[in-house]
């Protein structure tokens, strides 16, 4: 037969065992917003514009652009 109180505990300790509900709510939570953090902020990472940069070199120096295209574009990832 199960001890008294909740979760099957005895010696009337039932709800001293919420606390571990309530932190493991707690980190859900934490986690939840850290993946939505990180959902959210993908498009506004600063490494995108060091390869944009990247890219714009390797173009230049291939010479599929030309210089004046070359100033503009990197003018523009400036800004």
Same mark, same amino acid.
């Given at each position: 037969?199960?001890?008294?109180? *909740? ?7 039932? @709800?001293?065992?919420? *606390? ?15 993946? @939505? ?18 890219? @714009? ?23």
């Amino acid at each position: 037969m199960m001890g008294y109180g *909740w979760f099957g505990s005895c010696c009337g300790n039932g @709800l001293g065992n919420m *606390w571990i509900v309530g932190l493991i709510s707690i980190i859900l939570t934490f986690i939840s917003v850290y993946l @939505l953090f990180k959902l959210f902020s993908r498009g506004r990472n600063p490494q995108n514009a060091s390869t944009a940069r990247e890219i @714009l070199n390797v173009r230049f120096a291939k010479g599929e652009i030309s210089k004046k295209e070359y100033e503009q574009m990197k003018k523009d990832l400036d800004n």
